[in-house]
């Protein structure tokens, strides 16, 4: 209870000393921010030609309202452009900056800022545009060497800023092949990784290969490989019982068909009839080898056997087993090389390793049936009950398989020869 005027001054001056001392202290903490930590873990700066893409990872004890990056092409910043951060989750932040010359150096350093504070982070990044060029190219590499072929693998490392137009492989006798002066493998899909089959080399040479590119500004070439085609090739391991050849007995390419061969015979021919069949008397019903009426041979010899006549060594056709084994352990995708459709085949066990077999169709009499639609190549082996064995491939809707179809062992089939290990 207040007694007297004295002890109400008393109280009023107390309130008065109290209410001052919080307003001090209120305009203390505005003055004084409180104390914060923040870290930038990582900034990554990813340049191209006339623009960066920024990642930044900011670590605080505050909330951040904004976070920006000062860009210049100075070191001191002193006119320095300020960029925006997007936020993104877990305290990521991105920008892109654009509109950049080529070929500049930029640095930049972190803002970071709330409610009370700004915050500088003194570390200066720097990164330099791609200057806009002819393209660039990556490292060369030869692989899958055969007795007449070789592929030769390199990639795009930049486009120097101009579209592609043109890119492949050079090769010849010579150093330094370029398009003028020597063989030219062009590729036209968009990859920037790319392969080049080179077919039909002559092993008494030495080859020199490069890749190139070329855009509007010029063309350059990468690293040149030089090589010898390999007279002992044994062919392509896709993890089976037997290697495979990569292309067709008379064949250049891998997508080319190569020859057709009646079965147990060795030469392509312009018919394939019952009456010019070397192992018959003019007609089916009188088979004169292979045949379990007159000689119970199964297995062609290897004078009856394309790829033994043909290429020599250890080459052979494949058994019926080695078919079924091609089938059943490898992935078979549907495909096109240069217009002619096929199976790649791809190696489980073996990462990497393919071969592309085209579906050749074959030949009756002489006209070509059911080319890159189907496909029928011959085995060494007879089937029983059958004219002899094959693997059938099937349109890309259906899968190959190993079976008897309306051809007899007299019409043309290509051959994709095997090498035992």
Not at 261 to 284: H, I, M, Q, V
Request: net charge negative; with cysteine.
């Amino acid at each position: 209870m207040i007694k007297n005027k004295r002890d109400m001054k008393k109280i009023l001056k107390y309130i008065f000393v109290g209410l001052l001392g919080c307003f001090m202290m209120a305009c203390q903490r505005e003055e004084m921010p409180p104390v914060t930590e923040v870290f930038v873990d990582s900034l990554s700066i990813t340049p191209s030609y006339v623009d960066a893409e920024i990642v930044c990872k900011i670590r605080s004890s505050i909330t951040i309202e904004r976070a920006v990056l000062d860009l210049s092409t100075e070191p001191d910043l002193s006119n320095a452009k300020e960029v925006v951060l997007t936020k993104l989750p877990y305290n990521e932040f991105t920008a892109t900056l654009e509109n950049l010359s080529d070929g500049t150096t930029y640095y930049v350093r972190c803002k970071i800022s709330n409610t009370w504070s700004e915050i500088i982070v003194d570390e200066t990044i720097e990164f330099t545009t791609y200057p806009i060029s002819a393209p660039v190219m990556g490292t060369t590499e030869m692989t899958d060497l055969t007795f007449n072929s070789a592929i030769i693998h390199s990639e795009i490392i930049r486009t120097g800023g101009k579209e592609i137009f043109r890119r492949g492989v050079v090769y010849g006798v010579s150093t330094n092949p370029t398009i003028e002066n020597a063989t030219t493998i062009e590729m036209y899909d968009s990859g920037a990784p790319f392969s080049c089959f080179l077919g039909g080399l002559d092993k008494n040479s030495v080859y020199y290969a490069r890749p190139f590119a070329a855009n509007e500004l010029g063309v350059s070439y990468g690293e040149e490989v030089s090589f010898s085609v390999d007279t002992l090739w044994s062919g392509c391991d896709l993890g089976l019982s037997v290697n495979w050849a990569h292309i067709n007995i008379g064949a250049t390419y891998p997508e080319e068909a190569g020859d057709y061969f009646a079965w147990g015979e060795t030469k392509p021919k312009t018919e394939y009839t019952w009456a010019n069949y070397k192992l018959c008397n003019g007609s089916s019903g009188r088979i004169t080898k292979y045949s379990t009426r007159i000689d119970s041979l199964e297995v062609l010899e290897a004078q009856d056997d394309a790829a033994s006549v043909n290429w020599g060594g250890k080459w052979r056709m494949p058994t019926n087993g080695e078919i079924r084994e091609l089938l059943e352990k490898c992935k078979w995708q549907w495909k096109e090389i240069n217009g002619v459709a096929g199976y790649m085949v791809s190696s489980i066990r073996h990462g990497g390793q393919s071969i592309f077999i085209p579906v050749a169709g074959h030949k009756e009499g002489s006209k070509l049936i059911e080319y890159n639609r189907y496909g029928a190549y011959w085995g060494n082996m007879l089937i029983p009950n059958t004219d002899a064995g094959y693997l059938r491939m099937l349109p890309k809707d259906y899968y190959p398989t190993a079976e008897r179809m309306n051809a007899s062992r007299c019409h043309g089939m290509p051959v994709r020869a095997v090498c035992p290990k």
